[in-house]
């Protein structure tokens, strides 16, 4: 009744004289719709609270709390917990490895699909009320069940929902056949039963009996007329029935009831007709009622509530992201409730409709799936840590009575560890198939690769947002902060590598390319300050929806010794700001011969000598390590930028201020 009790719901708004005066009616709704549930899903996981919606209804209101009451919600409550507690059992019993066969689903549906339904009631009724208005029984609600149990029982009910469909439609595919071959196989042993009477067999010491060879060829004849094509499986199933009898019955005539091979025979067609009742019983309506049954729209909105109890699950335990397929293949069932009445007229909207929904769900898969590449670059970088800082390089040759030293056995088995649990959670990410959501298809490779690259352009963004902030803009500032962005960097890249041999992929091409990405977006949004075509961030080619670079902040608290121009607008900024103060030409001097720039002082300039050297080979060389070739060009690439600002900027000022003077000022150089 639930999809019942959320069409009412609407239906009660075109009858306002029931909802605000007809008591009997509402209460009699009440009981019947809104009895145990006062949270419904509406429309697209849509949720409405009827406690804080009816308030303003007087029959409505109290009706329903004459239901609704705290003891009552905690009875409810309980039999939930109750239920959820006998689900999970059942679902882990029904998980375990061969238990989920053919001839197990044949001869418990009914149980399968009971089970099936309490898992949903139990999920449904959580996860709703979980969201309820009121403060003290949503904490009722809340602290009865945890968010990690209600979590276990979804992705456990999803793979139990998903293999029962997958069987289902495997039996469905191979109905016809298994029907034909059933059949042959039941007419041949009666065929070879009624030949056995004719006493003319090899080997057979049986006297002929005329009566058991018709018999028995009858019998052959009414297996072969057997169709489930043109018949109701009911009446098919009470022919086989039939069949089955009366092989029970002619077990106890004296002439087979002393012959085992005979009685063998016959236990082997019973069984034959039994599989073939169990075929012409599975049928599509079946697989429609476990779709219906295992609908999950109403969830939709209130499943982003465990995004982060999927983080926390999936870290907790790797190999539970195989069961994430069947959830998201569970959550899938959104789809159908905006397209059902948009396929139904046939529109030419259906497509674009179907995309938008699907790259939602996809988004949704996106996010739940984050958790793995951030617990990859986290133990990756344990890995850099033991490799670069506590490791001891083995040398090319060594004596013997070193080899325990360098052997450093606790370090290699903690190495081994972390690369253990990395390829753990790659794996499981690895083992999804490829999965239709929607009109889109996902590979999970692809998800692996974008999540990885989308922490891997975190990391670095947010690394050079901080590292490449100089609280102070002087030398040893400069230097240090740009050095610990070179050694985080590197750290990163050598991390990225060591990861590309155990999940196949290229993952020092993967480094570079976002890293041009990075540079190249962050010195785009800096030339906006010197441009007049700018480039927003929703325009630029280097911005993707899936990989998004983060926008920080901007700083500008450093010292504006590069000149009034210092406001920047990230890191790119800075670092033109800091190579500006470095060769300031109010403090440094450039040497053509050192190709550098030294600093000087009035003295020195007298005495034509150059003191230490600020910025020169040494500074590019570091920035080389931290930014790479794209970060020099780029920062090339700005100082033209800059150039060509302070050039306008300078002939505007000569129009304005210096040009109309221009005769005074050429009779003072005459004078």
Same mark, same amino acid.
């Given at each position: 009744?639930?999809?019942?009790?959320?069409?009412? #719901?609407?239906?009660?708004?075109?009858?306002?004289?029931?909802?605000?005066?007809?008591?009997?009616?509402?209460?009699?709704?009440?009981?019947?719709?809104?009895?145990?549930?006062?949270?419904?899903?509406?429309?697209?996981?849509?949720?409405? !609270?009827?406690?804080?919606?009816?308030?303003?209804?007087?029959?409505?209101?109290?009706?329903?709390?004459?239901?609704?009451?705290?003891?009552?919600?905690?009875?409810?409550?309980?039999?939930? &917990?109750?239920?959820?507690?006998?689900?999970?059992?059942?679902?882990?019993?029904?998980? *375990?490895?061969?238990?989920? +066969?053919? !001839?197990?689903?044949?001869?418990?549906?009914?149980?399968?699909?009971?089970?099936?339904?309490? @898992?949903?009631?139990?999920?449904?009724?959580?996860?709703?009320?979980?969201? @309820?208005?009121?403060?003290?029984?949503?904490?009722?609600?809340?602290?009865?069940?945890?968010?990690?149990?209600?979590?276990?029982?979804?992705?456990?009910?999803?793979?139990?929902?998903?293999?029962?469909?997958?069987?289902? +439609?495997?039996?469905?595919?191979?109905?016809?056949?298994?029907?034909?071959?059933?059949?042959?196989?039941?007419?041949?042993?009666?065929?070879?039963?009624?030949?056995?009477?004719?006493?003319?067999?090899?080997?057979?010491?049986?006297? &002929?009996?005329?009566?058991?060879?018709?018999?028995?060829?009858?019998?052959?004849?009414?297996?072969?007329?057997?169709?489930? !094509?043109?018949?109701?499986?009911?009446?098919?199933?009470?022919?086989?029935?039939?069949?089955?009898?009366?092989?029970?019955?002619?077990?106890?005539?004296?002439?087979?009831?002393?012959?085992? =091979?005979?009685?063998?025979?016959?236990?082997?067609?019973?069984?034959?007709?039994?599989?073939?009742?169990?075929?012409? *019983?599975?049928?599509?309506?079946?697989?429609?009622?476990?779709?219906?049954?295992? !609908?999950?729209?109403?969830?939709?909105?209130?499943?982003?509530?465990?995004?982060?109890?999927?983080?926390?699950?999936?870290?907790?335990?790797?190999?539970?992201?195989?069961?994430?397929?069947?959830?998201?293949?569970?959550?899938?069932?959104?789809?159908?409730?905006?397209?059902?009445?948009?396929?139904?007229?046939?529109?030419?909207?259906?497509? $674009?409709?179907?995309?938008?929904?699907?790259?939602?769900?996809?988004?949704?898969?996106?996010?739940?799936?984050?958790?793995?590449?951030?617990?990859?670059?986290?133990?990756?970088?344990?890995?850099? =840590?033991?490799?670069?800082?506590?490791?001891?390089?083995?040398?090319?040759?060594?004596?013997?009575?070193?080899?325990?030293?360098?052997?450093?056995?606790?370090?290699?088995?903690?190495?081994?560890?972390?690369?253990?649990?990395?390829?753990?959670?790659?794996?499981?990410?690895?083992?999804?198939? &490829?999965?239709?959501?929607?009109?889109?298809?996902?590979?999970?490779?692809?998800?692996?690769?974008?999540?990885?690259?989308?922490?891997?352009?975190?990391?670095?963004?947010?690394?050079?947002?901080?590292?490449?902030?100089?609280?102070?803009?002087?030398?040893?500032?400069?230097?240090? +902060?740009?050095?610990?962005?070179?050694?985080?960097?590197?750290?990163?890249?050598?991390?990225?590598?060591?990861?590309?041999?155990?999940?196949?992929?290229?993952?020092?091409?993967?480094?570079?390319?976002?890293?041009? &990405?990075?540079?190249?977006?962050?010195?785009?949004?800096?030339?906006?300050? #010197?441009?007049?075509?700018?480039?927003?961030?929703?325009?630029?080619?280097?911005?993707?929806?899936?990989?998004?670079?983060?926008?920080?902040?901007?700083?500008?608290?450093?010292?504006?010794?590069?000149?009034?121009? $210092?406001?920047?607008?990230?890191?790119?900024? =800075?670092?033109?700001?800091?190579?500006? #103060?470095?060769?300031?030409?109010?403090?440094?001097?450039?040497?053509?011969?050192?190709?550098?720039?030294?600093?000087?002082?009035?003295?020195?300039?007298?005495?034509?000598?150059?003191?230490?050297?600020?910025?020169?080979?040494?500074?590019?060389?570091?920035?080389?390590?931290?930014?790479?070739?794209?970060?020099?060009?780029?920062?090339?690439?700005?100082?033209?930028?800059?150039?060509?600002?302070?050039?306008?900027?300078?002939?505007?000022?000569?129009?304005?201020?210096?040009?109309?003077?221009?005769?005074?000022?050429? =009779?003072?150089?005459?004078?």
């Amino acid at each position: 009744l639930a999809g019942q009790a959320s069409m009412l #719901y609407v239906i009660l708004y075109f009858l306002p004289d029931v909802l605000d005066k007809a008591k009997p009616t509402m209460r009699e709704v009440v009981d019947k719709h809104f009895n145990d549930n006062w949270v419904l899903p509406v429309y697209m996981g849509h949720l409405v !609270d009827l406690q804080r919606e009816w308030v303003n209804h007087p029959a409505a209101k109290e009706a329903l709390d004459n239901v609704l009451t705290a003891n009552f919600v905690k009875v409810l409550e309980g039999r939930n &917990r109750e239920l959820i507690a006998t689900s999970i059992k059942q679902l882990k019993f029904y998980l *375990n490895e061969g238990v989920l +066969q053919p !001839d197990y689903l044949l001869d418990n549906m009914n149980d399968l699909l009971n089970c099936a339904r309490s @898992c949903n009631i139990a999920f449904r009724w959580r996860v709703l009320h979980r969201r @309820c208005s009121d403060p003290k029984m949503r904490a009722v609600v809340a602290n009865g069940v945890s968010s990690q149990t209600v979590v276990t029982l979804l992705l456990n009910m999803s793979q139990f929902e998903f293999v029962l469909k997958d069987m289902l +439609q495997d039996l469905l595919d191979a109905k016809e056949q298994a029907w034909t071959t059933g059949k042959a196989d039941a007419a041949a042993r009666m065929t070879e039963l009624s030949e056995y009477f004719t006493g003319e067999k090899a080997l057979t010491r049986v006297k &002929r009996n005329e009566d058991m060879m018709a018999w028995f060829a009858s019998l052959a004849k009414t297996v072969t007329d057997l169709s489930f !094509d043109g018949d109701h499986a009911t009446a098919v199933g009470r022919k086989i029935q039939k069949l089955c009898d009366a092989l029970e019955e002619v077990e106890r005539f004296e002439a087979i009831d002393t012959n085992a =091979q005979i009685k063998a025979f016959l236990q082997e067609a019973r069984d034959i007709f039994k599989t073939m009742i169990r075929t012409v *019983n599975i049928n599509n309506k079946i697989l429609s009622h476990l779709e219906h049954i295992s !609908d999950a729209s109403y969830a939709w909105v209130a499943l982003g509530d465990y995004l982060e109890v999927f983080h926390e699950h999936v870290h907790r335990d790797p190999t539970s992201v195989v069961l994430l397929r069947a959830t998201f293949l569970k959550t899938a069932s959104i789809l159908d409730v905006p397209l059902i009445r948009v396929t139904a007229i046939d529109s030419a909207d259906a497509i $674009s409709v179907a995309e938008y929904y699907s790259s939602e769900l996809v988004e949704f898969v996106r996010r739940v799936l984050e958790v793995i590449p951030v617990s990859v670059f986290k133990i990756l970088s344990e890995i850099e =840590q033991i490799q670069t800082h506590r490791m001891t390089p083995v040398p090319t040759r060594l004596e013997a009575k070193d080899l325990k030293e360098y052997a450093q056995l606790d370090l290699r088995f903690e190495l081994s560890k972390s690369t253990h649990q990395v390829s753990i959670f790659t794996e499981g990410i690895l083992v999804m198939q &490829r999965t239709l959501l929607g009109v889109i298809q996902i590979e999970p490779k692809s998800l692996l690769q974008e999540g990885l690259r989308r922490e891997l352009v975190r990391l670095i963004s947010t690394a050079m947002h901080t590292d490449l902030h100089f609280r102070e803009m002087t030398n040893a500032e400069i230097y240090r +902060q740009i050095s610990k962005l070179a050694a985080t960097l590197d750290g990163l890249k050598r991390s990225i590598e060591y990861l590309q041999d155990y999940i196949d992929i290229a993952g020092l091409k993967i480094y570079q390319q976002e890293m041009a &990405r990075v540079i190249n977006y962050h010195a785009e949004q800096e030339a906006n300050r #010197y441009v007049k075509k700018k480039t927003f961030d929703g325009a630029s080619r280097y911005q993707s929806r899936i990989i998004p670079i983060p926008r920080f902040a901007s700083n500008n608290s450093n010292n504006k010794a590069a000149g009034e121009d $210092s406001a920047c607008v990230n890191f790119m900024g =800075q670092t033109m700001n800091a190579l500006l #103060y470095l060769t300031d030409t109010t403090r440094t001097i450039y040497v053509p011969e050192c190709s550098a720039w030294f600093l000087h002082s009035a003295a020195d300039i007298k005495k034509k000598v150059a003191t230490a050297e600020v910025c020169g080979l040494r500074t590019f060389t570091l920035l080389e390590r931290a930014l790479g070739v794209i970060g020099i060009r780029s920062l090339d690439r700005l100082f033209s930028f800059r150039a060509g600002h302070e050039f306008s900027a300078f002939l505007k000022f000569y129009a304005i201020e210096v040009h109309p003077f221009r005769t005074l000022l050429d =009779q003072i150089r005459e004078a």
